[in-house]
């Protein structure tokens, strides 16, 4: 069994960065995608980012040209650097691992913008 831990989330002031980590508890052989969502109370899990196994990227509109997915497959660890940070990214954000037909969740770990 695979667990996923994500880390690097805070309260940060408007216009900052954070950097979330997730680490796999071990290698994840057949990966197809990786991916970060975003969820506020009462509302659904929304996609942030994707990152799939040939490297190619996806942004949500809401952060495209602020957020960054990168994965370091020798640390079977995936990352989302967050810039420019606004008071409706404030969310637990989840990491999302996809090995058909297996779907691995992390924990979540809450990001709070705020001044």
């Known amino acids: 069994q695979v667990q996923l831990v994500e880390s690097g989330g805070g309260l940060v002031q408007p216009g900052g960065s954070l950097r979330l980590s997730c680490a796999a508890s071990?290698?994840?052989?057949?990966?197809?995608?990786m991916a970060w969502y975003r969820q506020t109370p009462g509302q659904q899990r929304e996609l942030v980012a994707t990152i799939l196994a040939g490297g190619s990227t996806n942004y949500a509109n809401s952060v495209k040209g602020r957020f960054t997915i990168s994965k370091d497959n020798t640390k079977n660890t995936l990352y989302l650097q967050m810039n420019t940070l606004k008071p409706e990214d404030t969310a637990v954000y989840y990491c999302?691992?996809?090995?058909?037909?297996?779907?691995?969740w992390g924990q979540g770990t809450q990001v709070t913008v705020s001044s």
């Open positions: 071990r290698r994840i052989s057949g990966i197809s995608s």
């Open positions: 999302n691992v996809v090995v058909p037909p297996t779907v691995y």
